[in-house]
T-cell receptor, first 116, second 116 residues
Framework: AQKITQTQPGMFVQEKEAVTLDCTYD???????LFWYKQPSSGEMIFLIYQGSYDQQNATEGRYSLNFQKARKSANLVISASQLGDSAMYFCAMREGNQAGTALIFGKGTTLSVSS | GAVVSQHPSRVICKSGTSVKIECRSLDFQATTMFWYRQFPKQSLMLMAT?????????EQGVEKDKFLINHASLTLSTLTVTSAHPEDSSFYIC????????????FGPGTRLTVT
């Protein structure tokens, strides 16, 4: 079974509008971390936001917020006030446990296109 | 934030030759580094986990004799693609996590390998 599921291959949004990118995860480990990364066409992986499984509040970083619903095992990324520069591939990822030696596992990604 | 560098950023080689890719953590020590491969429009797939001073751990389906990993110091891991073939053409990304900075996993800018 897939650990990280992103069901939206592509999303389209107009400038200044908000957009939600979906992510569901599967783990039996009570300690885990959820990440969102942005990958523009240059290929670099840009860290956006992190949510720990024990965090009581939803994570926020500027225009990015993570809608963490633990019982549903979902960790959707909300981008408010979209900008043209937000057009990129977005990946949801999970790390099970909290050891430095545990890798991130990625979803298939969602391509976001922002139009003017 | 912490920086991970990769060298080279792009490489073109002939079929049958070997290529070495370097991954360095510039301002932190990383006992563990991760190597991912990404085909166009696809997700990052974990190839192996590189451990300083010991053998790398390879994911299922990744040939350890073809993708040689050496993690000789706390700031350097290398991936050597031996006897490269056109199907090895891909985007290779390394990643590392600081033991002291926090939960974030830092990514290098990636190396685009083209085998002709």
């Amino acid at each position: 079974a897939q650990k990280i599921t992103q069901t939206q291959p592509g999303m389209f949004v107009q400038e200044k509008e908000a957009v939600t990118l979906d992510c569901t995860y599967d783990t039996s480990d009570p300690s885990y971390g959820l990440f969102w990364y942005k990958q523009p066409s240059s290929g670099e992986m840009i860290f956006l936001i992190y949510q720990g499984s024990y965090d009581q509040q939803n994570a926020t970083e500027g225009r990015y917020s993570l809608n963490f619903q633990k019982a549903r095992k979902s960790a959707n990324l909300v981008i408010s006030a979209s900008q043209l520069g937000d057009s990129a591939m977005y990946f949801c990822a999970m790390r099970e446990g909290n050891q430095a030696g545990t890798a991130l596992i990625f979803g298939k990604g969602t391509t976001l296109s922002v139009s003017s | 934030g912490a920086v991970v560098s990769q060298h080279p950023s792009r490489v073109i080689c002939k079929s049958g030759t070997s290529v070495k890719i370097e991954c360095r953590s510039l301002d932190f020590q990383a006992t563990t580094m991760f190597w991912y491969r990404q085909f166009p429009k696809q997700s990052l797939m974990l190839m192996a986990t590189s451990n300083e001073g010991s053998k790398a751990t390879y994911e299922q389906g990744v040939e350890k004799d073809k993708f040689l990993i050496n993690h000789a110091s706390l700031t350097l891991s290398t991936l050597t693609v031996t006897s490269a073939h056109p199907e090895d053409s891909s985007f290779y990304i390394c990643s590392a996590r600081s033991q002291t900075i926090g939960a974030e996993q830092y990514f290098g800018p990636g190396t685009r390998l083209t085998v002709t």
